[in-house]
């Protein structure tokens, strides 16, 4: 059977997860990582993605984004492609370097954006990459680091999650730290991996009327300044 269209629109938030193929590492080196990111640090602005929340672990990937002017496939399609061909001429393999298609989850963005944040940057703690939370905060493999200011990665959309939490930056990253904090006993959470926004609306028909809600003239109101800490 062919395989169905990726479900998309302008607006649409994904939780994108990518695995390497039989559990493989696709990282085998910092300098692999390094590659990814920059990799990201050209599509997603080059894209007008919004990309909330990342983390890397030796096999596999999370990423949490914002459709903007290009669709979801696209801009994965040029991200695995250009990914996994610089990694087979390094290494001199061939074949698949990534699990069939990536995995996206279609979410609503008011319940699940702030839990999708925190399930995504707790990862490499839930993998034994950090042993901590302190740890976890100057891992400079998750997107975590960059909004505890350990690290920096200017395509992050910092703004948008800061302004969940509080209007000032200090403040933000306080209330956020917590809330990851609280969110520590919660392990494994299949309705953050298995569900979506399909299932939530109605079908294709509630998805379709959602597509003309959004509609691109309203990635204008998506962008945000970061956060002052003064009055």
């Not at 997860?17 to 696709?26: C, P, Y």
């Not at 949490?64 to 801009?75: M, N």
């Not at 917590?178 to 969110?183: R, S, T």
Request: proline share 5%; charged share 25%; net charge positive.
């Amino acid at each position: 059977m062919p395989r169905k269209a990726r479900i998309d629109a302008p607006g649409a938030l994904h939780h994108v997860i990518i695995r390497g193929i039989e559990r493989r590492k696709i990282f085998r080196s910092d300098y692999d990582r390094n590659h990814f990111i920059n990799q990201l640090s050209v599509l997603v602005p080059e894209t007008s993605m919004d990309c909330f929340a990342w983390a890397m672990l030796d096999n596999h990937v999370h990423l949490l984004l914002r459709t903007g002017a290009v669709p979801i496939s696209i801009f994965m399609s040029r991200l695995l492609t250009g990914y996994a061909g610089w990694f087979n001429r390094k290494y001199k393999r061939h074949g698949q370097l990534f699990q069939n298609r990536y995995k996206s989850i279609l979410c609503q963005e008011a319940p699940y954006l702030k839990e999708l944040v925190r399930y995504i940057h707790l990862n490499p703690l839930r993998a034994g990459l950090a042993k901590d939370l302190k740890e976890l905060d100057a891992f400079l493999w998750c997107g975590h680091s960059v909004l505890m200011g350990k690290s920096e990665q200017p395509w992050q959309n910092l703004a948008y999650v800061y302004r969940l939490f509080s209007d000032r930056k200090k403040e933000a990253r306080k209330e956020y730290r917590g809330f990851v904090e609280n969110g520590l006993s919660e392990g494994n959470r299949p309705d953050l991996t298995g569900g979506g926004l399909l299932r939530s609306l109605g079908g294709w028909t509630g998805l379709k009327d959602f597509r003309g809600i959004l509609g691109t003239s309203m990635l204008s109101c998506f962008t945000y300044p970061i956060p002052s800490d003064s009055p």
